[in-house]
């Protein structure tokens, strides 16, 4: 991954060992941009926010932004008062560093919940980050946020405004405790695109409802999920047009929707990555909470890792989402093979074909309701034994 570009105009990257997480691993990161950024954040809707979030919702209001440190190994999250300054504190200790105002640094976490960070680590290891700041330094940084995940988790996208180039690129963290709902996923992406902050913002929220808040792993939505994106304006382009906004959304979007796969594919233990699409439900509320429903159940999701098309578990799925629905209009397939016609099933022999897609990694759950035109698609992935060794192991 080191050998890919990911650099990004007038932004550098650090990462550094502060001794939160075990291992003597990298768990914090720092986002510099060289002047003012336009800065736009997504937050949980979690109402136990963690103090990060708290902090970096005030901060980021006036849509300008300089700087992002973020921790992996301890959440901040569910320590009252004196964790909200600890959240002060850092933002204060690189803003000194980097010689600007500490409401123009946004602070991200993640781990543990309910532990005081242990500030006597913090100003060394910002030190060293402000020491280390450079052009290259995204990919250490993207393996810094890491907790529970096996790989960093990097996209990008090269686009023209006006004719003019610019890019994106956008990392991210998170295998569990993920079902955003925004607004332990964090997201950081940089552009180097000149953009107002209220553009971009409104970009934001409307590419993550359709790529962070269409997965799922567990069901859980953390304290401390956030997607933070700040864009320099290096690029120095004109004003966008009606198109080199839709191609920045898209390409946005795109970034998004390639971490939002690697996330589910990373899933605590997971060994396949699903797309379960509901199609023609009588609205678009309907579709939503069909594929979300089925995506996040546990029986669905042990039959997606014993490799079994029990259409009748994802029937009762359905039967409990309080849509509309009627049963006898239910089609289901598994890629291309169909294993439910009219809500009564096809047979072995259709079962044993979808048995054999399901052995590999990635396939596609596809629901037809038959009760109007409405689509929506969410990725899980299945519940293993490794999901429970996982969080049951996860503080000691």
């Given at each position: 991954m080191e050998t890919e570009d990911y650099r990004v105009n007038g932004f550098i990257v650090s990462a550094t060992v502060a001794g939160l997480k075990k291992g003597g691993v990298p768990d914090m990161a720092l986002i510099v941009s060289e002047k003012e950024s336009a800065a736009a954040g997504v937050f949980t809707t979690n109402k136990v926010k963690a103090a990060p979030v708290l902090l970096s919702k005030k901060h980021i209001r006036n849509g300008k932004a300089r700087a992002i440190v973020a921790n992996a190994g301890n959440a901040n999250a569910c320590t009252?008062?004196?964790?909200?300054?600890?959240?002060?504190?850092?933002?204060?200790?690189?803003?000194?560093?980097?010689?600007?105002?500490?409401?123009?640094?946004?602070?991200?976490?993640?781990?543990?919940?309910?532990?005081?960070?242990?500030?006597?680590?913090?100003?060394?290891?910002?030190?060293?980050?402000?020491?280390?700041?450079?052009?290259?330094?995204?990919?250490?940084?993207?393996?810094?946020?890491?907790?529970?995940?096996?790989?960093?988790?990097i996209s990008r996208f090269e686009g023209r405004a006006g004719g003019t180039p610019?890019?994106?690129?956008?990392?991210?963290?998170?295998?569990?405790?993920?079902?955003?709902n925004m607004a332990t996923m964090l997201c950081f992406v940089l552009s180097d695109i000149r953009i107002s902050a209220g553009d971009m913002e409104t970009e934001l929220r409307t590419c993550v409802d359709a790529t962070f808040n269409r997965i799922t792993v567990d069901g859980d939505t953390s304290t401390n999920d956030m997607v933070l994106m700040l864009a320099s304006g290096f690029a120095e382009n004109d004003p966008l047009t009606e198109y080199d906004r839709a191609t920045f959304s898209e390409g946005l979007k795109s970034v998004l929707w390639d971490l939002s796969k690697m996330i589910v594919r990373d899933g605590e233990g997971a060994t396949k990555l699903v797309s379960v699409e509901v199609k023609n439900a009588f609205s678009l509320a309907d579709a939503g909470i069909a594929a979300r429903t089925v995506a996040n159940s546990s029986l669905v999701k042990t039959a997606i890792y014993g490799q079994d098309p029990n259409w009748g578990r994802i029937l009762a799925a359905l039967g409990r989402a309080n849509i509309e629905m009627k049963e006898d209009r239910v089609n289901i397939w598994?890629?291309?093979?169909?294993?439910?016609?009219?809500?009564?099933?096809?047979?072995?022999?259709?079962?044993?074909?979808?048995?054999?897609?399901?052995?590999?990694?990635?396939?596609?759950?596809?629901?037809?309701?038959?009760?109007?035109a409405f689509d929506d698609r969410v990725l899980t992935c299945d519940l293993t034994h490794e999901y429970i060794s996982i969080n049951a192991d996860y503080r000691s």
């Open positions: 009252g008062e004196g964790g909200l300054q600890d959240a002060i504190f850092t933002a204060e200790l690189v803003a000194r560093g980097l010689g600007i105002e500490s409401d123009q640094v946004l602070v991200a976490s993640t781990g543990v919940i309910g532990q005081r960070l242990k500030m006597s680590l913090m100003e060394p290891a910002v030190e060293a980050l402000v020491k280390g700041l450079s052009p290259d330094g995204l990919p250490q940084a993207a393996k810094a946020i890491m907790t529970t995940d096996s790989f960093p988790k610019y890019r994106i690129v956008g990392f991210a963290k998170g295998a569990g405790m993920i079902m955003p598994i890629d291309d093979v169909q294993i439910v016609s009219g809500g009564l099933g096809l047979g072995a022999a259709q079962e044993n074909k979808a048995k054999e897609i399901m052995k590999g990694k990635e396939f596609a759950l596809v629901i037809d309701l038959g009760q109007g």
